[in-house]
């Protein structure tokens, strides 16, 4: 059945359809849509409760890693991921994914069993839906242009294509049918979900083509070089000059630049495939060093500066290392 709503949803965006046939299809699924919002799981309260890792922030209905990685506390696709990190914290063996798998593969048209890996579940084939949802057009030709950006450094290896933002494609992302990354463009931060996602998601409010790189590296997968277990190897975080900087919270300081404990960061890798051995300094997926009153938020351990005279330069451009990275990933 997936497959054939899924055919039939495709020959439906390639149609040239009338209000009133759009309608008419629109019609038919509403109460289809309706039964999944009502039936739609609800967020556990509190995971961790007094065991929060390092690393992590718990909201209502999400857990953040360093500021702009989203793992929504809803998703089936992080059921494993979330329970392991609770486990660790509580001193308690990890369960296996084949459990989880069956506990919560239950609803709707939900059925695809492919693609479970230890933590992060990666876009078969490197081919990544899409669906614009708010953008204007400006906003996402500079999104456009950092995709065609990973298309190419990952020599094709991964690959965006797009669908209509039409009711039946909304339908499919919300029930799983084809899972898809919805973009926003709201006000409030830039930020993603982790890899394939039943419910992914990318918001982009600062439109520079270095937000937009790094916010899809989280969306293929990739999670935060400076927050690497083995960090303190290589760089100290000055969280005072970085809290000067921004004039962020305590919490949310400690959720920028807390780096994640081997432990926990074990859930996040593919297999057998590591982070890249060779700590780099100039990834899109490493924060920059900011200064204030002469203080750098980040310096390297070595004291060379990278490139511009400042210590760290990451999140600019893609790095020689990010470049390879995505080739080995996908
Ligand atoms: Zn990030």
Redesign the pocket.
Known sequence: LSEQLNAYFDELDEAVLSEEEENQIVKELEPVMEYFEENMPKPIENVFGNNVPSGFMETAETINI????ILDKRDPENAVIISNLVREAKGLPPIEEEEVKVQNITRGFYSDRSGWFQGVKFWPGGKVKYRFDGPNNSQKNAIKQAMREWERVSDRKVHFSEYKNKRWNKFRWKVGLSQHVKITSKNDGSYATLGRKRWAYMNIDDFSQDTIL?ELG?VLGLM?EHQRPDRDDYILVNTEAAQNINGWSDSKIKNNYEKIGEKSYRWFLKNDIKATEQYDYQSI?HYPSQMFNGEYSIVRKDGKVSFYGRPVVGGYILSDLDKEFIKTLY
């Open positions: 360093g500021g702009d990685i790094h989280h935060h997926m």
